[in-house]
């Protein structure tokens, strides 16, 4: 059950909800979204319904959920929701979700300064409306390049400053999401993390957009049941992003479900992008996956972008440079307005 309450209900409103649910045995988390609070109930309906929490100042409507995943379930929003990146940050706010499409571009690992500024330059003049990039990056092999820490985390606040574009970086641990939240405007939970509930609860608690990469052998049902996990700390601001899934398929490095992005959008209000950058591992793969995704109602796509990418430190054999950037950018111009969506620019700053 939910209970959704008004656009102008006050804080003791909401604390009343919560207390009259609670005094039933019943627990109750708070979400707040860009639009509107909603309250969602785990605990017996029956008790909950003899509350009569309908006639409870500032409550706007009840909604009966059949879905596990309740506070990202389509079923108590009218329509899809949006989430805001970059407000507070000084740079205009980007805004993803339906009537927009997000080119999320930048270097897969912040290598140095003049790296990631130059891979900024590149993902701007493509139309990217955020910047991303790992400053900590979980890899298969110890030996592999690991990030560079908060040093990374500077680089790209510096790159921000620069570009004007927000940034979108990963955490890795519960420990160090506090640290992230100080320098970036969105934090990216990877495939691996999808499950990592300690660090689910940690970012939904931190009052930063969220982008929810899907794990790589989860179902759609287990990915919605993360993202309720960052909304039951109340974080409705989560971006779902489709990146690939592990099948008997070995000439890709996943099998990109395309499929998910419409399914999702039947079954959750989140935004949903695609990434086919990792999805696929080869540079030559990412621009037809990226028009699929285009094609199928993305709300946007994450793409690897590198100066030079055979001496990347990370992920060079997928990043996109020269005209492979260019092209996107066109295949961005000419089918973005065929799906009667516009590019996420910037919004106006107040």
């Not at 209970?3 to 009343?16: F, G, L, T």
């Not at 970059?86 to 290598?111: K, M, N, Q, R």
Request: include cysteine; hydrophobic fraction near 45%.
């Amino acid at each position: 059950m939910v209970v959704v309450m008004s656009p102008d209900a006050s804080d003791p409103q909401i604390d009343a909800v919560v207390a009259r649910v609670r005094e039933v045995g019943g627990e109750a988390f708070v979400s707040r979204g860009l639009h509107r609070t909603i309250v969602g109930l785990i605990g017996d309906v029956d008790d909950f319904r003899a509350l009569n929490l309908r006639g409870m100042p500032g409550v706007a409507d009840i909604i009966q959920v059949s879905t596990p995943y309740k506070l990202v379930s389509a079923d108590h929003q009218p329509g899809r929701s949006t989430v805001q990146v970059g407000a507070d940050s000084g740079v205009p706010p980007v805004t993803i979700g339906p009537g927009t499409f997000a080119l999320i571009a930048g270097p897969c690992a912040v290598e140095s300064l003049d790296q990631t500024l130059e891979a900024a330059a590149m993902a701007k003049a493509a139309g990217a409306a955020l910047l991303r990039g790992g400053a900590f990056k979980p890899r298969t092999s110890p030996q592999e390049f690991q990030g560079l820490g908060k040093a990374g985390l500077r680089i790209l606040a510096e790159a921000r400053e620069a570009t004007g574009m927000p940034v979108v970086t990963e955490v890795i641990d519960p420990s160090d999401v506090g640290l992230v939240s100080t320098y970036a405007d969105m934090l990216q939970v990877g495939a691996r993390n999808m499950q990592n509930y300690a660090l689910l609860q940690a970012v939904g608690a931190a009052g930063r957009p969220v982008l929810l990469k899907r794990g790589i052998q989860a179902t759609v049902e287990e990915w919605l049941m993360a993202a309720e996990y960052v909304a039951q700390r109340g974080n409705l601001d989560i971006v779902l992003c489709e990146r690939g899934i592990r099948t008997f398929e070995t000439s890709t490095r996943t099998t990109l479900d395309i499929s998910a992005v419409p399914v999702v959008q039947r079954l959750s209000h989140l935004p949903v992008i695609v990434d086919p950058t990792h999805s696929a591992g080869r540079r030559e793969l990412v621009l037809p996956l990226a028009r699929s995704a285009i094609a199928v109602g993305a709300d946007g796509i994450l793409v690897d972008v590198h100066a030079d990418p055979d001496n990347a430190l990370c992920e060079g054999q997928q990043a996109l440079a020269g005209a492979d950037v260019r092209e996107l950018a066109s295949a961005l111009r000419r089918l973005v307005p065929a799906t009667e969506r516009q590019p996420a620019a910037p919004d106006a700053v107040d």
